[in-house]
């Protein structure tokens, strides 16, 4: 019904800068809230950045200052801009969006399938 697909990520020297996006497609109504998450080697899922379709954001701390995340909700995009990057942001980022499908009844999370950020030192 849905489909994510990022790009982006790659490997770059720390104090550098990658831009991330994401693209839904698919038979999608209405898309409320976009996020990126990451989860680095042997640690837990977490939550860096989302943005409400009224450009509502939200940052976790470790990252405020140095990420911005936005969004195209004419093109079902959604982007993150990582700037002077380091070792502790090494890790698979993951694209959510909270899609309320056409025909459907009610707001479902879809999540892309990752791309590898690696900052080296």
């Known amino acids: 019904q849905v489909q994510l697909v990022e790009s982006g990520g790659g490997l770059v020297q720390a104090g550098g800068s990658l831009r991330l996006s994401c693209a839904a497609s698919?038979?999608?109504?209405?898309?409320?809230?976009m996020g990126w998450y990451r989860q680095a080697p042997g640690k837990q899922r977490e939550l860096v950045a989302t943005i409400t379709s009224g450009g509502s954001t939200n940052y976790a701390d470790s990252v405020k200052g140095r990420f911005t995340i936005s969004r195209d909700n004419a093109k079902n995009t959604v982007d993150l801009q990582m700037n002077s990057l380091n070792s502790e942001d090494t890790g698979v980022y993951f694209c959510?969006?909270?899609?309320?499908?056409?025909?459907?009844?009610?707001?479902?999370?879809?999540w892309g399938q990752g791309t590898q950020v690696t900052v080296s030192s």
């Open positions: 698919g038979n999608i109504f209405s898309i409320n809230t």
């Open positions: 959510k969006t909270e899609v309320w499908v056409s025909g459907g009844r009610a707001w479902y999370n879809y």
